[in-house]
């Protein structure tokens, strides 16, 4: 007997998450860099030793947020590309933009 092998099929559309993601990030990324160096420039009075924990808790997680969006984005990128995995990565993509995104009310609550 001859047994065919069959292969999963391509996804012709596998780039289309990644580069939409990737064009979010960019737009992100001006706004989140806006409000990150504005909100640096408002804490600067405090000095590094004397900022509250509600002043220094989101400067901190501002850029690994964003970096985390960045790294699920790229993820999303090096997917087989599978049909079988296009769920996946288009999930992936989209809570890389949501975290990237979440940097912006992350810093608007800063206060002293």
């Known amino acids: 007997m001859n047994t065919l092998s069959v292969r999963p099929q391509r996804d012709p559309w596998w780039w289309l998450p990644p580069l939409l993601g990737a064009a979010a990030l960019g737009s992100l990324f001006l706004v ?6 504005f909100s640096v420039m408002y804490t ?7 900022c509250p924990a509600s002043v220094t808790v989101p400067l901190s997680a501002a850029p690994v947020l964003y970096g985390a969006g960045i790294l699920l984005v790229l993820l999303s990128a090096l997917l087989p590309w599978r049909l ?24 608007l609550v800063i206060h002293r």
């Open 32 to 37: 989140d860099f806006f409000f990150y160096s």
């Open 84 to 107: 079988t995995v296009r769920p996946t990565r288009i999930a992936l993509a989209a809570t890389g933009v949501a975290s990237a995104a979440a940097v912006v009310p992350v810093l």
């Open 44 to 50: 600067d009075s405090c000095g590094p030793d004397h």
